[in-house]
């Protein structure tokens, strides 16, 4: 399977559609508004497709999709992938809806943490339990240093010439800046509360290496306090089986995996209801005309998360879709098993 | 039928009615008990249903199977008697388990 690309356009982006989320319910999206002639394209806050199934449980096995009768997060995935191919919808990974807004003309304008504009007719809201962020270890005054001191990315390497870094964490992500930062950094400490890491071994092998050539230190605990002046760290106590310690830091890098938030669709002036944007049952539209959501996301009465349910919404949806895009076409209901005209849209005939 | 405890941080405690066969996650959140969040619905794949085993029940409970170790590095203030609740299965012999939710689940 050929892994989306990113769209590196500066320019404003006009289609049809924005669906927010790329996890399952959002890619069947662009297969069922695909079926009705309306293009699609997807932003989504991961680096990948596929939402939770991709980011929370790629191997662990689904049983409750319709017709397969056992399918991994991945799989599902993937199939969803080459399920909607022939409707080439874009993607842009990486990027968060900042702000939406209706203009005058009826369209919407949505803007990016990068930036980015987009200008559509509808949007489809398929965002899960909301965008996925880092985890906030729960230290006290955690907040007042981030952004100054303590960051839960890499964004520019040279950010971190001449610190002293802290990273914390077993995985892939701290070995890995373990290892890029510490050439450049003035001291490396990486810490973590086991001395077993689930990163890759070579990796660890290399950290190993350098911790034995005292070109940085590996302490196994964790942290209970920071400390600083005006948002400048300048020490982390960690507590270990020996008793606590505290080393003078000034930069922290925490990977403690990702959370989901709601994030910024609590500012779009939807209605919400516990964090839930509810729903009619028959479009699947929110308060605003023009803006659906589907899966997760959304609550009605009855309402189940399965995705099962997300696929039934996102044809619903579709209809409605279709008659703000193309006003003046009636929608005639086809199947895909014997409309020929569907049959060469997915490109069989 | 077993009984389990869920001690809050604040002291303050509650005693629910659990089904053996379930995992003590969802006998959690089928009473509402605060403070588990089980985010990702009981996969093993997000750490949000931290839970510290009482000492007595350790031994019962067991430990964390190799992927659960992995997940708890995701957890905050990891312990010694740390447990994912949506791995520990009820059974007959964990009448009476009690277990203390952390001060915060991240």
């Known amino acids: 399977m050929e892994l989306p690309q990113n769209e590196f356009s500066d320019g404003p982006v006009e289609t049809d559609v924005v669906i927010i989320g790329a996890g399952p319910v959002g890619l069947f999206a662009v297969f069922e508004l695909g079926l009705l002639d309306i293009k699609c394209h997807l932003i989504d806050i991961l680096?990948?497709?596929?939402?939770?199934?991709?980011?929370?449980?790629?191997?662990?096995?689904?049983?409750?999709?319709?017709?397969?009768?056992v399918v991994s997060g991945q799989e599902l995935t993937d199939r969803l992938m080459e399920q909607i191919k022939p409707f080439d919808?874009?993607?842009?990974?990486?990027?968060?809806?900042?702000?939406?807004?209706?203009?005058?003309?009826?369209?919407?304008?949505?803007?990016?943490?990068?930036?980015?504009?987009?200008?559509?007719?509808?949007?489809?809201?398929?965002?899960?339990?909301?965008?996925f962020t880092p985890k906030r270890p729960p230290l006290q005054g955690i907040e007042g240093y981030e952004g100054t001191s303590v960051y839960y990315s890499v964004r520019r390497m040279e950010d971190f010439r001449d610190k002293?870094?802290?990273?914390?964490?077993?995985?892939?992500?701290?070995?890995?800046?373990?290892?890029?930062?510490?050439?450049i950094a003035n001291s490396l400490t990486l810490l973590h509360?086991?001395?077993?890491?689930?990163?890759?071994?070579?990796?660890?092998?290399?950290?190993?290496?350098?911790?034995?050539?005292?070109?940085?230190?590996?302490?196994?605990?964790?942290?209970?306090?920071?400390?600083?002046?005006d948002g400048k760290l300048e020490g982390v106590t960690i507590k270990s089986k020996e008793g606590e310690e505290r080393i003078a830091i000034?930069?922290?890098?925490?990977?403690?995996?990702?959370?989901?938030?709601?994030?910024?669709?609590?500012?779009?002036?939807?209605?919400?209801?516990?964090?839930?944007?509810?729903?009619?049952?028959?479009?699947?539209?929110?308060?605003?005309?023009?803006?659906?959501?589907?899966?997760?996301?959304n609550t009605y009465p009855g309402k189940l998360k399965l995705i099962l349910s997300g696929f039934h919404e996102a044809a619903l949806m579709s209809q409605q879709a279709h008659r703000y895009i193309y006003p003046d076409k009636k929608l005639l209901f086809q199947y895909t098993t014997s409309s020929s005209n569907l049959q060469k849209k997915l490109g069989v005939k | 039928m077993a009984k389990i405890t869920f001690i809050q941080p604040d002291g303050t405690s509650e005693t629910v009615d659990a089904t053996v066969g379930q995992t003590v996650m969802e006998v959690a959140k089928l009473a509402d008990v605060a403070g588990i969040e089980a985010e990702c619905g009981g996969a093993c794949a997000c750490a949000t249903c931290?839970?510290?085993?009482?000492?007595?029940?350790?031994?019962?409970t067991g430990k964390a199977a190799e992927m659960e170790e992995d997940m708890l590095d995701f957890a905050f203030d990891v312990r010694e008697e740390s447990r994912l609740s949506c791995q520990i299965k009820v059974t007959e012999e964990l009448d009476g388990l009690i277990v203390q939710v952390p001060n915060k689940q991240f």
């Open chain 2, 50 to 60: 931290h839970v510290y085993v009482a000492e007595d029940w350790r031994e019962k």
């Open chain 1, 89 to 131: 919808p874009t993607f842009h990974l990486n990027e968060r809806v900042d702000s939406l807004t209706k203009l005058d003309d009826g369209r919407f304008h949505l803007k990016t943490d990068v930036g980015r504009s987009f200008f559509c007719k509808v949007i489809v809201v398929g965002a899960g339990g909301g965008s």
């Open chain 1, 164 to 183: 002293d870094i802290l990273v914390v964490g077993g995985g892939d992500s701290a070995l890995d800046w373990t290892l890029s930062l510490q050439p």
């Open chain 1, 47 to 69: 680096d990948k497709v596929g939402g939770q199934c991709a980011e929370l449980y790629p191997e662990k096995p689904i049983y409750d999709i319709p017709g397969l009768p």
């Open chain 1, 250 to 297: 000034n930069t922290v890098l925490p990977f403690f995996g990702l959370t989901m938030k709601l994030g910024p669709i609590a500012n779009w002036g939807l209605n919400l209801e516990e964090n839930l944007i509810p729903v009619d049952t028959e479009k699947f539209e929110t308060s605003e005309p023009g803006i659906f959501a589907i899966g997760d996301i």
């Open chain 1, 193 to 229: 509360r086991r001395d077993d890491f689930r990163a890759a071994p070579h990796s660890v092998e290399k950290m190993r290496e350098l911790v034995a050539l005292g070109q940085m230190r590996l302490m196994i605990g964790q942290m209970t306090s920071m400390d600083g002046v």
